[in-house]
């Protein structure tokens, strides 16, 4: 294995302190429009589940979800060594792999991890996407597990955007931003390999409007 440079290792020791630091300041100067809050965050604490988001939406996301019992599957990329690193900085527990790389050994540990230790948090379009389109990944973890899907979308009404696959997007200061959430999606459980595709057309469905609904609060039709 190829030693990582000095500068490389000091980065990843120092990357969880700035950015926690960064995003409660940038954060906090935002407004948030989130209906029925309570609710969502009886969620994260009541019976496992498995949360779902867009890859753009990773920063607030993070945000929204701090003291919750999430487990994020995270990159097994150099650059997911960060993300990793970041959120267990925040009080996270992350598990490693991607459609890519250690993908089915990464799912069977969250599947061991999820209903036991907390509940799982998946990226809806993967770590490569192609953006807003739902991987098959979700679907088998809650049909394997017997646990429902909640889909998370949010959107804000001033931003960057990144000039990556997924057009990640973070908030300007003092921004509004509106979060929607969707109802439990049930998966049957144990769904044979010819109905996986039914059912993440469905979800893909399902958070494509909440995508929309979103972003239209703000008179944007994408961002």
């Not at 990357?15 to 209906?35: D, I, K, M």
């Not at 009541?46 to 607030?60: A, E, L, M, N, Q």
């Not at 996270?92 to 969250?110: E, H, I, N």
Request: hydrophobic letters at 40%; one cysteine or more.
């Amino acid at each position: 294995m190829k030693k990582k440079s000095f500068l490389y290792r000091l980065a990843l020791f120092f990357a969880p302190w700035l950015y926690g630091t960064v995003s409660r300041l940038l954060f906090a100067t935002c407004r948030s429009n989130f209906p029925d809050r309570e609710r969502y965050r009886r969620m994260l604490a009541g019976p496992p589940c498995v949360f779902t988001f867009w890859h753009y939406s990773i920063f607030y996301i993070v945000h929204l979800s701090r003291g919750g019992n999430w487990i994020p599957m995270v990159s097994a990329s150099t650059d997911g060594e960060f993300v990793a690193r970041i959120l267990e900085g925040l009080g996270y527990r992350t598990v490693r792999g991607s459609s890519g790389r250690d993908g089915v050994r990464a799912l069977r540990r969250m599947l061991k991890l999820i209903g036991t230790d907390g509940n799982g948090a998946i990226v809806a379009d993967g770590s490569q996407g192609p953006p807003l389109t739902l991987q098959s990944g979700v679907i088998l973890m809650a049909s394997r597990l017997g646990v429902p899907v909640v889909p998370v979308v949010w959107a804000a009404d001033r931003y960057w955007v990144f000039k990556s696959w997924d057009r990640t997007v973070l908030p300007k200061p003092f921004s509004r931003i509106g979060v929607c959430y969707g109802r439990e999606f049930v998966v049957p459980p144990r769904i044979k390999r010819e109905e996986i595709e039914v059912w993440r057309a469905r979800l893909e469905e399902e958070m494509l409007g909440l995508y929309r609904r979103a972003w239209g609060k703000f008179g944007i039709e994408e961002h």
